[in-house]
């Protein structure tokens, strides 16, 4: 077993590299939010919290958080759902099972980037996919939804959905595995249902896996931006905004730095607040 | 007894013919989108136009061969320089990860739990979050546009997760083996290198490969860290729309896949390896 002084000495390397550049970024954004610092700031003074008014009387940032809300809330359920039905599919073994598991990560070894590119040009007129199946129906669509207000927000999301689904059924398959066989037997030869194998056998012993999924997807929803940036712009209008894209156009190229930094830091808020939630939820689910 | 056992299997059967139906159907709706990149890069396009739509063009590798270096030059070299950059951030966040893990595993401390979930906190914080006093520290560490400024701020961003799996792994391993190599008078180093790194290979290889695959795609660092000595691919796939450019499909279609091979070809090789990637936090509460 490592001393005290051995143990110490190997979390060394770890906090040389979180300090400076994940804990120290996030607290000086937090501190600086309360000031009009900015990288080329001559005088700085402190403002109180002028910045955090700004970002709420902005309209834009106002519909990132709502779009980034309402993104979370529906995607990481339907990523959840889906994911927990394709990995049940998956419990049993069969010939072939290997290839389908990794044929189901693909999705996800798509970068949010690409993701965005690739769905650009799929949900566009002339050389989509999405055109194509319409034409089977003798249906034209004459543009993309990705310009259709009320369309574009749904559209994204169905594309993060996509592209997440797999992951979770990926990561959910070894808890569902874990599952004791016998538990599993025993219900089928009860005649369980299959909505009450689930409800009652299956979930309960993934609930903690789920969870931490959850919070993992919730996060990454909350900083939303490259799908966006490449799909939408944040159009049409604000109907895709989030607060990821408009921190880092507000920061790097309208030179609001303290605006951006405050609109950008209001995330790190939420992701402590729901992580909060997590280990309250967390022991609970445990206890069970 | 007989009748029993007839409907039973009768009822398994119907329920394998579903299972591989509804497994059909995912992989379609999951796979379409690539497939239909793949054949667009090799030079089938679609034309909706017709009735019933059909495709045009030849298979050709053109887009590949020539194409891809006359709309984004230097393309090749954006693939070489990710590589690197993601295999030296995913040595940096293993090694970094792995003793610190082994730190905190080995640990009498009981509130353990709790620290142990707040690196889960700090895996779910996305780097928007925090990138814009980052961008700051980094031009002022003078590390900007540097590979050594990269791979750090990436090992920074991955760890936490890294560290996660990692004590996941190692609280499971039993302590006895390193107990008795200690009497016997085993340094530390050697300890971990001879006993316990052996034992939870596999975890630690499945790790490299998420980590390596989420540095791989990763946009915001290079983005915003980087400008002309460091130039990812996801930054190229960026420009891909910038000043009004539509670049066409097929070479757009072109740059996607070869973005996606390099870890599409690791993760094929590997996936026995993947299989060893285990999010169980149940373990943490132990």
């Known amino acids: 077993m490592p001393t005290r002084r051995q143990r110490i000495l190997l979390l060394v390397p770890l906090a040389l590299v979180l300090i400076p550049f ?37 309209s834009e940032f106002r519909s990132a958080y709502r779009n980034v809300a309402v993104f979370a809330l529906v995607a990481v359920p339907a990523e959840l759902g889906l994911g927990f039905l394709l990995a049940y599919l998956l419990r049993e073994p069969f010939r072939g099972r290997g290839l389908v598991r990794v044929l189901l990560l693909v999705p996800w070894l798509v970068s949010p980037i690409a993701n965005g590119v690739m769905w650009r040009y799929l949900l566009n007129s002339q050389t989509g996919l999405l055109d194509y199946v319409l034409a089977w129906f003798r249906v034209t669509a004459a543009s993309s939804p990705l310009g259709i207000q009320g369309l574009a927000l749904p559209t994204v999301i169905a594309t993060d959905i996509w592209r997440l689904a797999p992951l979770v059924s990926f990561l959910v398959l070894p808890g569902l595995l874990a599952i004791p066989a016998d538990l599993r037997e025993q219900a089928t030869l009860e005649g369980a249902s299959l909505w009450n194998q689930i409800r009652h056998i299956a979930i309960p012993h993934v609930l903690p896996l789920l969870l931490t999924i959850a919070l993992l997807l919730i996060g990454a929803t909350l900083g939303t931006f490259e799908n966006v940036l490449m799909m939408t712009g944040g159009g049409p209008g604000t109907a895709t905004a989030t607060p990821g894209l408009s921190s880092y156009q507000q920061a790097f190229q309208i030179n609001n730095w303290s605006l951006g930094a405050a609109g950008a830091w209001v995330i790190v808020a939420a992701i402590l607040v729901l992580g909060l939630v997590y280990l309250r939820l967390m022991r609970a689910a445990v206890e069970q | 007894m007989n009748g029993l056992n007839a409907g039973w299997r009768a009822q398994r059967r119907r329920q394998t013919w579903l299972r591989a139906g509804l ?32 495709f045009h063009g030849q298979f050709s590798l053109v887009n590949y061969t020539q194409e891809i270096g006359v709309a984004e030059p230097g393309f090749w070299l954006k693939v070489l320089t990710t590589a690197t950059l993601a295999t030296l951030s995913t040595l940096a966040t293993v090694l970094v990860a792995f003793l610190a893990a082994y730190s905190l595993a080995r640990s009498r401390i009981q509130a353990n739990s709790i620290f142990i979930s707040g690196f889960l906190i700090l895996a779910s914080l996305p780097v928007m979050a925090y990138i814009i006093p980052l961008a700051d520290i980094v031009q002022r560490l003078h590390l900007y546009d540097t590979f050594a400024g990269l791979t750090l701020v990436e090992a920074a961003v991955a760890a936490p997760l890294a560290v996660f799996v990692l004590f996941g792994y190692l609280r499971q391993v039993p302590t006895d083996l390193e107990e008795a190599a200690h009497l016997e008078g085993a340094g530390l180093f050697q300890i971990l290198g001879r006993i316990v790194l052996p034992l939870v290979a596999p975890g630690v290889i499945a790790t490299a490969l998420v980590i390596f695959v989420l540095n791989w795609n990763s946009l915001l660092i290079p983005l915003v860290l980087a400008s002309v000595q460091v130039k990812t691919v996801s930054v190229a796939l960026v420009d891909f729309f910038t000043f009004e450019r539509e670049l066409e499909w097929q070479t757009a279609a072109a740059a996607l896949i070869i973005s996606l091979l ?9 996936h026995r390896a993947l299989d060893k990637f285990v999010l169980d936090p149940t373990r943490v509460e132990n």
């Open chain 2, 23 to 54: 497994m059909g159907l995912a992989l379609v709706a999951f796979l379409l989108p690539l497939a239909w990149t793949l054949v667009a890069s090799l030079g089938i396009a679609p034309d909706a136009t017709t009735s019933p739509p059909a």
């Open chain 1, 22 to 58: 994940l804990i120290g970024p996030a607290l000086f954004g937090f501190f600086a939010s309360f000031t009009n610092y900015a990288p080329n700031q001559k005088n700085l003074h402190v403002v109180g919290l002028a910045n955090y008014a700004a970002v709420v009387n902005d």
């Open chain 2, 262 to 270: 390099p870890i599409l070809v690791l993760v094929g090789l590997a």
